[in-house]
């Protein structure tokens, strides 16, 4: 659940990355809610639950599997490199090699530019600043603030947690409500 959004951020092009993340929550949500629905369908089935695993384990096999083929992030190398955790000239040519793979070869010739780009990001690290706590009312940390709060805010007034919570309870209501109709 938190590592797929941080993959996703990290080997984006900045264009799309908020729509990939944004699809991804969707897709999880839809799951959820189909899962619901299947369950609702096979809530008076002996052990109907069963079916549920049955139907859903092969994908997360599947999907499992296909994560030993997903490079590793560049900035996640150039960040090893950086620290100091390894040759840095090699892990360098290796998130070129990964940012080709993640972008396809349009982006070959600019993979160079994009990782030293990624690194002149990455220059502060290390640096020792004093940073007091008002500094997260402030500047790119107010407007992140504000957005992950209003997310929040968003999500418990519309009620989304309460629905997802009860969804089996309202599920059954409405079903019993169809039958009788």
């Known amino acids: 659940m938190h590592a797929a959004p941080m993959y ?8 799309i990355r908020g729509l990939l993340i944004s699809l991804k929550e969707f897709f999880i949500v839809l799951g959820m809610v189909a899962g619901y629905g299947i369950v609702s369908l096979l809530v008076d089935t002996v052990a109907g639950w069963r079916y549920m695993y049955g139907v859903s384990s092969p994908l997360a096999v599947i999907m499992g599997i296909g994560m030993c083929w997903l490079p590793a992030s560049p900035r996640w190398l150039l ?16 998130a070129i090699h990964c940012l080709c793979r993640l972008r396809g070869q349009a982006v070959d010739d600019s993979a160079h530019r994009q990782v030293d780009e990624i690194l002149a990001v990455f220059a502060y690290v290390g ?17 992140a603030l504000t957005i992950g709060a209003g997310l929040v805010l968003f999500q418990q007034i519309t009620g989304q947690p309460s629905v997802l919570y009860y969804a089996g309870s309202i599920l059954q209501v409405e079903c019993g409500i169809l039958r009788c109709i």
């Open 79 to 94: 960040l090893c490199a950086i620290q100091g955790k390894g040759d840095g000239e090699n892990l360098k040519s290796t």
């Open 127 to 143: 640096e020792e600043k004093e940073v007091n706590f008002g500094e997260m009312f402030r500047g790119k940390c107010l407007k």
């Open 8 to 15: 996703i951020a990290e080997t984006a092009p900045s264009s």
